[in-house]
């Protein structure tokens, strides 16, 4: 069983930077790519970037593209998103999710195996 903790969501003016971390543990011997999604009030999970093991990133976002940046630190077992320029309508709650493949990441979120329990970000105008 793998288990995911986010942390590093507060509370930012806009223009601020935060940088979220993803904690995995519980590994076993299969390897996983992971995804970071967001969602915000009344809204539905939306896939913002995902990773896969060997470090290659994918973004599906174009609203934050440029914006915000994933990468990973194999030998930590985490993975970071580094959010940069904010918005409010980046204020949503952020989750990092486990995909049980090691070369292929999906930005979809039925295609993933594990979640965390999310980490709440919110940007004040």
């Known amino acids: 069983q793998l288990q995911l903790v986010e942390s590093g969501g507060g509370l930012v003016q806009s223009g601020g930077s935060l940088r979220l971390s993803c904690a995995a543990s519980g590994f076993t011997r299969d390897y996983y790519s992971i995804g970071w999604f967001r969602q915000a009030p009344g809204k539905g999970r939306e896939g913002i970037s995902c990773i896969n093991t060997q470090g290659t990133a994918s973004n599906f976002l174009d609203s934050v593209k440029g914006r915000f940046t994933i990468s990973r630190d194999n030998a930590k077992n985490t993975v970071y998103l580094q959010l940069n320029s904010l918005k409010p309508e980046d204020t949503a709650v952020y989750y990092c999710?486990?995909?049980?493949?090691?070369?292929?990441?999906?930005?979809?979120?039925?295609?993933?195996?594990?979640w965390g329990q999310g980490t709440q970000v919110t940007v004040s105008s």
């Open positions: 999710a486990a995909q049980r493949a090691r070369y292929y990441c999906s930005g979809l979120r039925r295609d993933y195996d594990y």
